[in-house]
């Protein structure tokens, strides 16, 4: 009986369970999009309940698609949005509040007394970040101190806490198994990346009791078994990742220097540095990239918060397009974009820039502009915004890039990538899967079961589908980025009071 592993590939704006057999080919993927809150300026949540009810609904809509028996499923493996933050009442398992989304802004007032006192330096120093409400200690903070009751319950034992790998396993093993891995413990900014462990004075300083963490696991591992009641038989979840590490893992970039950047909601570009923790000084954070029989490797990230989710707002807000594969006709449909850029910084910007308080703006704008030259210079945004991040990731690194290997659903979009590649001035390559955040988890936990005997069976599985070669006039490529420096200038801090 064949054998295959399943991902379940939990992004910020739809779960998806895509279904791998040994040869890391696709056969079987279903999609489902989810709500998205917003309640006030800034803020994004999202209702666990409902995260957990379209990931069981995708994974049985997947399994039932193959007409499989659960026998022939060695492994899962779970790859998420990172840094969401979940609590929930651990004698009923239900969340005491929505999951507070990576994207939410409204622990930015806490993150800046943080700053004004100097424990932004303690902070990066210990957990590799650049603080910022992007990441789940003040969110968790926030709950504690809002949800009526919640700091007594958590003081008692009461409640747990998890991104949302550790919701998913909490939930597929009935709650069984309160656990993480390292690479999304490397997101809390409560988690120490040099010695491994929840740092005690991180967690004193948020008010979090540590009898709300979950134990943390290598990424490749048995974490604990789905309840047969759920799938048909006790499989084993053998592989969790972070979705942009998963994503690093899934393009093959095993050795030091390899990057890639993932096109989804957001842009997230990584290097991998090996065992070495590079700090950066252009504003980038350190993470870690996996943890596998014992070994550690980190990565440099860059991370953009707003990238495809722009694309859905053309679509959602706008009604400029009807669907986001749309934009690249209208793009293409007009020569340039009429000296029009937007500057997508709907909940601040990230990296390099880290200001919670910039916002999103359109400028240059002129009686003759039309929607196809807006729908154009929110595409180019995505590329201006990789542009940022790997300049400060190339100084980092001291290496120059030859080519980038991208994924993610925004770049099935040519347009982007041929844009891409036109303001780098490299190559740029665009992978056969590009859900390679499922593929780099259901390698993880297909090394775990025994699917794939090392990482260099792995590699001969990567082919790239298209390559994108620059072909930009320099002078055109320096006016352009002009531009974009000079409207980047123009949001930051819009919000502040
Ligand atoms: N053809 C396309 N052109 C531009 N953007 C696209 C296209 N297809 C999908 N997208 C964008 O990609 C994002 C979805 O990518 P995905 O990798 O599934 O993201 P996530 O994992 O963050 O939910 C959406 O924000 C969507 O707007
Ligand atoms: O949902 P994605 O794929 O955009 O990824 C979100 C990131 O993990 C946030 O850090």
């Known amino acids: 009986m064949e054998q295959y592993i399943m991902a379940l590939d ?65 492994g899962i493996g779970i790859t998420n949005q990172r840094e969401t933050t979940i609590v929930w009442n651990k004698m009923t398992g239900e969340p005491i509040y929505n999951a507070i989304v990576w994207q939410c802004r409204r622990t930015a007032n806490m993150v800046e007394e943080l700053k004004e006192r100097g424990f932004d330096k303690i902070i990066k120093k210990k957990t590799g970040l650049i603080v910022d409400a992007y990441f789940s200690a003040t969110k968790v903070k926030w709950i504690l101190d809002h949800v009526p009751g919640a700091r007594k319950e958590a003081e008692k034992g009461n409640l ?39 740092d005690e004075e991180l967690l004193k300083e948020f008010g979090i009791p540590k009898s709300m963490l ?23 979840i053998a592989g969790v990742a972070g979705d942009q590490q998963a994503a690093l893992f899934g393009q093959c970039c095993f050795k ?73 006709r209208m793009a293409n449909s007009v020569r340039d974009t009429n000296g029009v850029y937007v500057v997508p910084a709907f909940t601040g910007l ?12 359109i400028f240059g704008l002129t009686r003759g502009t039309k929607r196809e030259h807006i729908v154009r210079a929110t595409l180019e945004s995505l590329a201006y915004q990789t542009y940022d991040v790997l300049k400060a990731m190339e100084e980092d690194a001291n290496i120059t890039l030859e080519a ?22 490299t190559w740029v390559d665009r992978p056969f899967i590009i859900e390679t955040t499922a593929l780099g988890v259901s ?18 599985h990567l082919k790239v589908q298209k390559t994108f070669e620059p072909m930009m006039n320099g002078e055109v490529r320096k006016s352009l980025l002009k531009g974009w420096e000079e ?11």
């Open 10 to 74: 939990q992004g910020t704006t739809s779960s998806r369970c895509i279904i791998f057999n040994r040869k890391g080919e696709i056969v079987s993927s279903v999609q489902r999009e989810f709500k998205q809150i917003f309640k006030n300026n800034g803020w994004v949540e999202h209702d666990p309940n409902e995260i957990w009810a379209t990931q069981y609904g995708v994974l049985s809509e997947a399994k039932a698609s193959l007409s499989i028996a659960a026998e022939q499923i060695a």
């Open 160 to 198: 747990l806490f998890g991104t949302v790998d550790t919701w998913l396993i909490y939930k597929l093993t009935k709650g069984r198994v309160h656990a993480t891995d390292y690479t999304n413990a490397s997101r809390t900014m409560l988690f120490n990346i040099h010695d491994l462990e929840w």
């Open 214 to 236: 979950p134990k943390v696991y290598p990424s490749s591992g048995i974490f604990g078994y789905a309840d047969a009641t759920l799938l048909g038989a006790n499989i084993p």
């Open 256 to 328: 030091c220097g390899e990057a890639k950047n993932t096109y989804g909601t957001g842009c997230f570009l990584l290097m991998n540095t090996g065992e070495k923790a590079v700090e950066s000084e252009h504003g980038l954070i350190t993470t870690i990239a996996s943890v596998i029989d014992g070994k550690v490797e980190y990565a440099l990230e860059g991370s953009v918060f707003v990238a495809g989710a722009a694309i859905q707002w053309l679509r959602d807000e706008m009604g400029f397009v009807k669907k986001a594969s749309d934009s690249e």
């Open 350 to 361: 990230g990296a390099p820039y880290w200001d919670s308080y910039a916002r999103g703006a």
């Open 404 to 425: 980038l290997r991208v994924d993610g659903g925004a770049s099935a979009n040519d347009f982007i990538l041929q844009f891409q590649s036109d303001l780098l001035g």
């Open 443 to 460: 390698y993880l936990a297909g090394l775990a079961v025994g699917f794939y005997k090392d990482k260099e069976e792995i590699v001969s």
């Open 487 to 497: 409207a980047v200038s123009r949001t930051r801090g819009w919000a502040k009071e």
